[in-house]
């Protein structure tokens, strides 16, 4: 055994092989790790973004909305929507409302039909409403249609 | 060579060969890296496709029970008092196999000149499925006179979000409930409390005048032209829009000039307060008192005649739906001053 190990070392013409088999296995594994970990990552980021699609998906579908009562005041050229969450998700907000083909309106001022308060979103099962100013203004006993899109990006519509 | 002998001698060059260990080396880790990759990203996924696939059975669960309740209304009744009190009285049966919670009534209340709305939340409001749930609420709607006649629509709104509407009806003033059609005289109504004219004078009436103040009164000048309105409502019993057309007049004859003189005003068109001298048709809605106009046009009768009092008919001719349509109402006396 001695004898063994005396000639490996004295017998130079077999290291340079092994180290360069070392390095070569240590380049492999650092490499190997670097792309796992990189691939890692990636595969997070993939999954996170996808994970989001598919949440905003599952949100959505999840969305319903109710229209309660569509009611015009001609002479103020005041619009008023009464809403309720019929859905099984909560902070369902409104972000634009279209009265027919014409400019969306996207400054909501949603208020709660139960005390009238200011509300960003309903939650499931509770009502609210808002008020605008369509322009052009609406002719009565004429058909219109009310679309509005959740902050979701669900459409709602509604022919009064 | 045997060929035991031969694998030996091929395992031993094979093991004392170090120069294919990189190589192996390297596939196990991209075996590693690929398997732990794609195994985690496939159970991943599988978990987030059965998220989706559950909620959208939830969802469709949702909208099936939404479009199974089945509600029929019964014996609507809308009783108005003086402060503006409404009480809407309904009997609503669940046809449906799943019980139904009302949360909100909405009651909305017009007549030709006005209209308001209101709601109140239903508390205890729940129906077993085939069974009838007595609804009794009360609402204040401002504005609301008891006195004249409304048009009442109430509906309710379901906890999936479905809206069930009540029988829509009228109310006459001082809470006379009509039926929905008076089949005996006619599908059209008048209210006598609501006839009013407007007197431009002897002047002639141009395009785009306006209307003057009104007159409640049965009393009108034989040489002045004015426009007559009059209030009436359609209670149709197929509950179809009639359309009326040029051909709708009020009329007036007198017996006191030896010969029957009449004098006619044609339907008119009268849009924000402005007489204008074109006229298409005019729709009464199903249940919703309008107004209607005739002339401008005045008596012009013999002087011999004056003053005088003449019956007055009201003829009303167009469509309902697509066939013809044609009334008389001729339950008013004018008294024509000289």
Request: charged share 10%; net charge positive; aromatic share 12%.
């Amino acid at each position: 055994m001695r004898s063994i190990i005396s000639k490996v070392l004295k017998n130079r013409r077999a290291i340079s092989p092994v180290i360069a088999n070392l390095i070569l296995i240590a380049a492999v594994i650092g490499v190997g790790f670097a792309a796992l970990v990189w691939a890692q990552s990636q595969s997070s980021s993939y999954t996170t973004q996808y994970g989001s699609v598919i949440s905003s998906d599952i949100s959505q579908l999840q969305e319903r909305v109710v229209f309660e009562y569509i009611y015009y005041d001609s002479t103020k050229n005041n619009l008023t929507v009464y809403l309720m969450n019929s859905g099984t998700i909560g902070n369902v907000g409104v972000s634009a409302v279209y009265v027919d083909t014409n400019t969306p309106n996207s400054t909501i001022a949603l208020r709660l039909l139960s005390t009238g308060a200011s509300a960003s979103s309903l939650n499931a099962t509770q009502e609210g409403y808002f008020s605008i100013s369509p322009s052009p203004s609406l002719t009565p006993g004429t058909n219109h249609s009310i679309k509005i899109v959740t902050r979701r990006g669900s459409t709602f519509v509604a022919t009064v | 060579m045997l060929p035991r002998f031969r694998h030996r001698k091929t395992r031993r060059r094979l093991i004392s060969d170090s120069r294919g260990f990189s190589s192996i080396v390297g596939a196990i880790f991209a075996v590693l890296v690929m398997f732990s990759l794609i195994s985690t990203v496939f159970v991943w996924s599988l978990s987030q496709n059965t998220l989706y696939n559950n909620t959208v059975r939830q969802s469709n669960q949702a909208d099936l029970d939404r479009s199974s309740e089945k509600v029929q209304v019964l014996n609507t009744t809308y009783n108005a008092y003086s402060n503006g009190n409404v009480t809407v009285s309904a009997q609503i049966q669940n046809n449906g196999p799943s019980s139904i919670q009302f949360i909100t009534a909405w009651l909305y209340v017009s007549n030709a000149s006005w209209n308001n709305y209101n709601w109140c939340k239903l508390t205890n409001a729940s129906v077993q499925g085939g069974s009838v749930f007595t609804l009794n609420v009360n609402l204040t709607v401002s504005g609301l006179n008891s006195t004249y006649t409304h048009s009442f629509a109430s509906w309710l709104i379901t906890a999936r979000g479905n809206v069930v509407s009540l029988q829509r009806t009228i109310v006459y003033g001082n809470n006379i409930i009509v039926s929905q059609t008076t089949q005996g005289i006619g599908s059209i109504s008048m209210d006598f409390k609501q006839s009013r004219y407007y007197d431009f004078g002897s002047g002639y009436v141009s395009n785009g005048t306006s209307l003057p103040s009104s007159k409640n009164s049965y009393t009108i000048p034989n040489s002045n032209n004015t426009i007559l309105a009059v209030l009436l409502t359609n209670y149709d019993n197929t509950t179809q829009d009639i359309i009326l057309n040029a051909n709708s007049y009020l009329w007036i004859i007198t017996p006191q000039a030896g010969t029957v003189k009449p004098a006619a005003w044609n339907i008119a068109n009268v849009t924000n307060g402005k007489y204008i001298n074109s006229f298409s048709t005019q729709t009464l809605q199903y249940g919703k008192p309008t107004i209607v106009y005739f002339g401008p046009s005045s008596p012009s009768f013999a002087s011999s005649a004056l003053p005088t009092v003449v019956p007055v008919f009201i003829l009303l001719f167009g469509k309902i739906g697509t066939n013809d349509f044609g009334q008389n109402i001729p339950f008013i006396a004018f008294y024509i001053s000289s």
